[in-house]
Nanobody
Framework: QVLLAESRGGLVQAGGSLRLSCAASGGAFSSFSMGWFRQGPGKEREFVAAINWGASSTYYADSVKGRFTISRDDANLSMYLQMDSLKPDDTAVYYC???????????????????WGQGTQVTVSS
């Protein structure tokens, strides 16, 4: 059983920065590909960023490309999302997710992932 826990989000002004972390336990973290998703008010859950099990590839939604950076620290069983130049449209509950490595999976799809954190609220004020 893999457990994921996001760090506390928060309230930040537009243009500001925030770093989220996701701590994992209960699995072989280095063999998992990881992702961040978010769900804004009245919206469906959407893909934000993903990083594969070897950290050789990263993926970003167009809406965050150039502003957000995903990374991982396998030694500390953690994944991070550095969010810069935040916009009010980035307001959402952010979720981290994990899937054990296997071929042919699409890391940008929420249905790919087996494990999810509880989510953390990020609010960007204008």
């Amino acid at each position: 059983q893999v457990l994921l826990a996001e760090s506390r989000g928060g309230l930040v002004q537009a243009g500001g920065s925030l770093r989220l972390s996701c701590a994992a336990s209960g699995g072989a973290f280095s063999s998992f590909s990881m992702g961040w998703f978010r769900q804004g008010p009245g919206k469906e859950r959407e893909f934000v960023a993903a990083i594969n099990w070897g950290a050789s590839s990263t993926y970003y939604a167009d809406s965050v490309k150039g502003r957000f950076t995903i990374s991982r620290d396998d030694a500390n069983l953690s994944m991070y999302l550095q969010m810069d130049s935040l916009k009010p449209d980035d307001t959402a509950v952010y979720y981290c997710a994990a899937v054990e490595f296997r071929g042919g999976i699409r890391l940008t799809s929420s249905t790919t992932y087996d494990y999810w954190g509880q989510g953390t609220q990020v609010t960007v004020s204008s």
